[in-house]
């Protein structure tokens, strides 16, 4: 074979000499020549797929030659040539009326919002997106059905006026929310801005205006899907798939891109993503003098990526076919993306002597052409006929994820009014005169008398556009977007599953590892075992949880092709095609990711899944809070668990890795439950009714905990106490009797530990008796102390009400002191609700690596800086005098002028 190939190469390599030969001399023209002669001789001699093979060949020699650019790029024209082009089934005319209405009335409905208010909006995204949205919608998104889940759409945040201005022909919305866009608080309801599944639960799946969030999430949806088979949990008719519409602005985002070799790696051929180039970002070009297909082509095609381009229009086969000398493709080569921009703000005439005018040969191509012809010559991305082949190849393509880069124009069609421009993207408002160009444009029948209240149009129920849009959704399976959840329960183990750890142990333990024994009984649970999605991003031996590679198996789609170094251990690295941890590697973005597709899973397939997803703290919140936010928004549920948390209980690390603040970081996102545990049984408190509360009750919340490496005896749990775990607070260990002044102490996670040797010092030496409470979630009291709050002030003449943690010390007599391995303002919360005030020691500043004594001392919350808080709390109460602190200082070993945790 390969010798054979060798003759057929020397044959060429001959003819290419004639051919060289002939044409006397080797400058750039002449060789170009003469490879065009060869590669017709090869045609000729060899036939049309051996002459491909050929030139494979010399394309990869080509790539491996050092040369100045990458090389991964192809021709700047459609990656699907006209004669390959997939026929396009639909009515191009009804679709284009359908398109037309729906342009209109996204664009009234922003310019309607904005005649009244200022709440802005988006016109020109989806004008730009117009044609790729609709073919997509007439011809390939497949609804949810009872025996499939339906294709998985993350539209383009900014486009979301097009997606309500179609379900308002589809009757799925009506003039009122049209009206209200971007009033949600309007009478009788309006539409968020964006996609928001907590705003509109029943429309939206996938947020994705915070741009980057929803290409990386449809990655890991589409992996997700994959990992749900493979585990038998799903049954349906045909796989998703799953499409991600982008900006090509939005590219720059580094989690957009960042995770696009996974897709290609596990063959996600689930994946299309659509990437709207139409060259424009807010403010500008994207790469004006540059070519961003090109470049996302080069990246895409690098990252194993099936790519589609779909650049010109039908109106440019014509004019690509009769340009014989190339100069056509050249010409389009060399222009860069800010000439483009240009040629469409300006008139026909000026792409004439610009761009074709460069070379007489190209100004006769066209000059059958009037000005008004060439200003209209459509690219790729406004071409039905064009994203239909494209759709078409991408949806049939196997073992490769595939990405269309479509070329389109921003704010196609809004003429001066912003089409093209570098203003577009703000674009809100449009005048009397833009109006009736856009209506006349697109055709839109609505009189001159009514056209300057931008009224919807929408055509009659018997109209064969309705008649057609309704039958094309019809005969796809329903519409789309919609979010629909069945409800769905899991038979989750009762607390009293959990009794071992309401023993306690005499073996030190931590919370990490309290946490590693309850999800291994959790994996043992029948009702519950399969559902269990553990997900690591590289950091199990860490936690401890290597323990389950064996069990369970690492997830791996193409299983285990290797034999693992420590195959003959117990615990051996076990991957599988049904495993059922999903080992991410270093990705916290990455794990977030499958921690939402995971944790939405109830709702995109009817099968609840409870992720448990394990990190260093660091790493979640303060790396990649976003995407926390996203999941309150998707309404996930499911277990965050911040491992190694604490600024000074997490010692060696130092500042990069010591956490003292996620908790207030979780604290703002409305559905986390964030909860600080010091023990192994209240843990399994929160666990045990959190699955109650998502995987029963239904609630759309998730939950983070801080979990501690530190060990220390695990105690029995004291009785009655389950429900103050849950609120937040309650008294742990109370003080002895008969001492003359009286403190509490709250403290959470093993800082609890400070507290109760601060207990002990205190009644020893200091005549005082401190009660000690576990502050399980300042987070917690605080919101119920707001709901109370707010209440009685709206009801200032009925009798107040009163929130649990003012209801559970009214009590109480003596100062409150609060510990934490956390910055104050994680305890300070509930200030406002303790008698007298709270006053609080925790690790405000940045981390640095010693033991943890020493890092204790330094932030001031030891046991010995608990004393002193603790008097000093009494001294300003002038239940003590000063001088006894001034004392305590000596007595206790701290020194007053130590360097300070730098704050500014
Ligand atoms: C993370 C994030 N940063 C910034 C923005 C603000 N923003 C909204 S749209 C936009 C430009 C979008 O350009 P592109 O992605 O090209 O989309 P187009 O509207 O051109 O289709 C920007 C900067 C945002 N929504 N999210
Ligand atoms: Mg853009």
Known sequence: ???????????????????????????????????????????ESQGPERTAELLEKLVSRLRSAPRPSA????????TIPPEQQAPFPGDRDIERRIKSYIRWNAMAMVVKANSTTNVGGHISTYASAATIYEVAFNHFFRGHTDDFPGDMVYFQGHAAPGMYARAFLEGRLDEKHLQNFRQELAEGGGLPSYPHPYLMPEFWQFPTVSMGLGPLMSLYQARFNRYLQARGLTNWKDEPKVWAFLGDGECDEVDALGAITLGARENLDNVIWVINCNLQRLDGPVRGSGKIIQELEGLFRGAGWNVIKVIWGTDWDELLAKDKSGLLVKRM??????????????PGSYTRKHFFGKHPELLQLVNHLTDGQISKLLRGGHDARKMYAAYKSATEHKDQPTVILAKTVKGYGLGKAGEGKNISHQQKKMNEKELREFRERFNIPISDDIIAETPFFRPPPDSPEMKYLLERRKALGGFLPARVVKPATLDVPKLDYFSEFFKGSVTEASTTMSFVRLITILLRHKGVSKNVVPIIPDEARTFGLDALFKDIGIYSPKGQLYEPVDKTSLLYYHEAKDGQILEEGITEAGSMASFIAAGTSYASHGVPMIPFYIYYSMFGLQRVGDLFWVAGDIRARGFLLGATAGRTTLNGEGLQHQDGHSLLLASTIPTCLSYDPAFGFELAVIVADGLRRMYVEGEDIFYYLSLYNENYPMPPMPAGVEDGVLKGLYKFKPGVEGKKLKAHIFGSGPIIQSALKAQEILAERYDVSADIWSATSYKLLRTDAIRCQRWNMLHPTQPAKKSYVENLLAKEQGVFVAVSDNIRAVPDQITPWVPGGLFTLGTDGFGRSDTRARLRRFFGMDAESTVLGTLYALAQKGLVEMQLVEKAIKDLGVNPEKTQPQLV
Do not use: H, W
């Open 71 to 78: 090389g991964l790029a192809t021709p700047y024209v459609n």
């Open 333 to 346: 080569e060399e222009c860069v993306d800010g000439d483009y921009q240009k040629y469409i703000v300006e």
């Open 1 to 43: 074979m390969s010798n054979t190939v060798k003759v057929e190469t020397k044959e060429i390599y001959s003819s290419r000499s004639k051919a060289a030969a002939s044409t006397g001399n080797g400058n750039g023209d002449m060789v170009g020549e003469s490879l065009q002669t060869v590669f017709e001789l090869a045609l």
